[in-house]
Antibody, heavy 118, light 108 residues
Framework: EVQLVQSGAEVKKPGESLKISCKGSGYSFTSYWIGWVRQMPGKGLEWMGI????????RYSPSFQGQVTISADKSISTAYLQWSSLKASDTAMYYC???????????WGQGTLVTVSS | DIQMTQSPSSLSASVGDRVTITCQASQDISNYLNWYQQKPGKAPKLLIY???NLETGVPSRFSGSGSGTDFTFTISSLQPEDIATYYC??????????FGPGTKVDIK
């Protein structure tokens, strides 16, 4: 079974750093792009960026370029999303998802809730 | 950037009703249009890919059609378990992915 399992919920203060993870299993992790999607409370889905774990080629949405860093460690089949200095506006649910045939996201991880509050 | 619009933003229908959601792209996206279902508190789930292809295991009451800029998603007979928000999503080869704003479906 193809599966993506994300790290647990985080509560952080403004200005702190954070790295959340997404571990793939049941398929060749290095052969598919992995995407990250943000969902702010009560809002819709926003694409943040994608990474190809095979060679770490990374593409960002212009809205998130410079705001986050996407990386991957193919040796442990894990993709990451990180912030160097969190803001309250980063409070959201973050999903990872495998990109199939370069067009659709399937499957999705269960989501990681990030809460940033002083 | 390609913009996606969806209508309606919400709807309320009775069990057994036919439900239709439309999605419009700001420019031609061929058939690079996918549909997802998101139930409250859950991750999105792929239902339809490339505009009209039903994902394996998805009930046949769900269907999609369209190409170019105008797309339609249909639930032929609404069931209680279909209560969710539905999103369209486009892809272009920049690469860039854009989700529609979503349609919340409720039971009347």
């Amino acid at each position: 079974e193809v599966q993506l399992v994300q790290s647990g919920a985080e509560v952080k203060k403004p200005g702190e750093s954070l790295k959340i993870s997404c571990k793939g299993s049941g398929y060749s992790f290095t052969s598919y792009w992995i995407g990250w999607v943000r969902q702010m409370p009560g809002k819709g889905l926003e694409w943040m960026g994608i990474i190809y774990p095979g060679d770490s080629d990374t593409r960002y949405s212009p809205s998130f370029q410079g705001q986050v860093t996407i990386s991957a460690d193919k040796s442990i089949s894990t993709a990451y999303l990180q912030w160097s200095s969190l803001k309250a506006s980063d409070t959201a649910m973050y999903y990872c998802a495998r990109l199939s045939s370069s067009s659709w996201f399937d499957p999705w991880g269960q989501g990681t809730l990030v809460t940033v509050s002083s | 950037d390609i913009q996606m619009t969806q209508s309606p933003s919400s709807l309320s229908a009775s069990v057994g009703d036919r439900v239709t959601i439309t999605c419009q792209a700001s420019q031609d996206i061929s058939n690079y249009l996918n549909w997802y279902q998101q139930k409250p508190g859950k991750a999105p789930k792929l239902l339809i890919y490339d505009a009209s292809n039903l994902e394996t295991g998805v009930p046949s009451r769900f269907s999609g059609s369209g190409s170019g800029t105008d797309f339609t998603f249909t639930i032929s007979s609404l069931q209680p378990e279909d209560i969710a928000t539905y999103y369209c999503q486009q892809y272009d080869n920049l690469p860039s992915f854009t989700f529609g704003p979503g349609t919340k479906v409720d039971i009347k």
